[in-house]
């Protein structure tokens, strides 16, 4: 065999050897996208996995809340099982929270405008950072904010299911009477 040939796969072998070691004697120096072997700890995927699978707790409180709103897409979810196991209907008056209990009747009013609907939470959302409701299209076309597609709003409830099986009434409860039945929309 050549002994240049020699000296250069010698030379090769203990470069990777070297960078080997090396590896496996400061993992912390490798940068976050160079690909790890199967026995390499990711400890930090798992931690950020636990973050999004947080649920947020239930607001049982009846206070008022401010945020932006959304609404479902049309005929994309007509039909679809919500988190209570009924289809979605988009004529109906019904919002979508994740922190809001199933069945709690609220009144949420476009603030931009005062326009206002009473509604049931029956699913859970909106999946979307910064949002607190979203809203089936016929109560965004009596809030006027379908061209929007986003508004800002305040969430009051009028009754919250509790843990217990009773039902308080929250902040709205005086507001729109005792039954919370109405509908209220300022100039359509």
Same mark, same amino acid.
């Given at each position: 065999?050549?002994?240049?040939? /020699?000296?250069?796969?010698?030379?090769? *072998?203990?470069?990777?050897?070297?960078?080997?070691?090396?590896?496996?004697?400061?993992?912390? *120096?490798?940068?976050? %996208?160079? @690909?790890?072997?199967?026995?390499?700890?990711?400890?930090?995927?798992?931690?950020?996995?636990?973050?999004?699978?947080?649920?947020?707790?239930? %607001?049982?409180?009846?206070?008022?809340?401010?945020?932006?709103?959304?609404?479902?897409?049309?005929?994309?979810?007509? +039909?679809?099982?919500?988190?209570? +196991?009924?289809?979605?209907?988009?004529?109906?008056?019904?919002?979508?929270?994740? &922190?809001?209990? /199933?069945?709690?009747?609220?009144?949420? &009013?476009?603030?931009?405008?005062?326009?206002?609907?009473?509604? !049931?939470?029956?699913?859970?959302? @909106?999946? #979307?950072? +910064?949002?607190? #409701?979203?809203?089936? @299209?016929?109560?965004?076309?009596?809030?006027?904010?379908?061209?929007?597609? !986003?508004?800002? !709003?305040?969430?009051?409830?009028?009754? !919250?299911?509790?843990?217990?099986?009773?039902?308080?009434?929250?902040?709205?409860?005086?507001?729109?009477?005792? *039954?919370?039945?109405?509908?209220?929309?300022?100039?359509?």
């Amino acid at each position: 065999m050549n002994k240049a040939l /020699l000296l250069a796969i010698l030379s090769l *072998s203990a470069t990777l050897g070297f960078a080997q070691a090396r590896a496996e004697s400061e993992p912390a *120096s490798v940068p976050a %996208d160079t @690909p790890r072997t199967q026995n390499a700890p990711a400890k930090q995927k798992h931690a950020s996995k636990a973050k999004s699978k947080a649920k947020p707790k239930l %607001d049982r409180t009846g206070e008022t809340r401010h945020g932006e709103a959304s609404f479902y897409g049309g005929r994309r979810f007509a +039909g679809k099982k919500m988190a209570d +196991g009924t289809p979605m209907n988009p004529n109906a008056d019904i919002a979508a929270s994740k &922190t809001l209990p /199933l069945g709690t009747k609220a009144r949420i &009013t476009n603030v931009e405008n005062g326009k206002s609907s009473t509604v !049931v939470i029956k699913d859970r959302g @909106p999946y #979307v950072d +910064g949002r607190i #409701v979203d809203v089936s @299209p016929k109560v965004a076309e009596k809030l006027d904010m379908k061209e929007q597609g !986003v508004a800002s !709003v305040a969430v009051t409830p009028i009754t !919250v299911p509790q843990e217990d099986g009773s039902v308080k009434p929250g902040s709205g409860a005086t507001a729109a009477g005792a *039954s919370g039945n109405e509908n209220v929309s300022s100039g359509r």
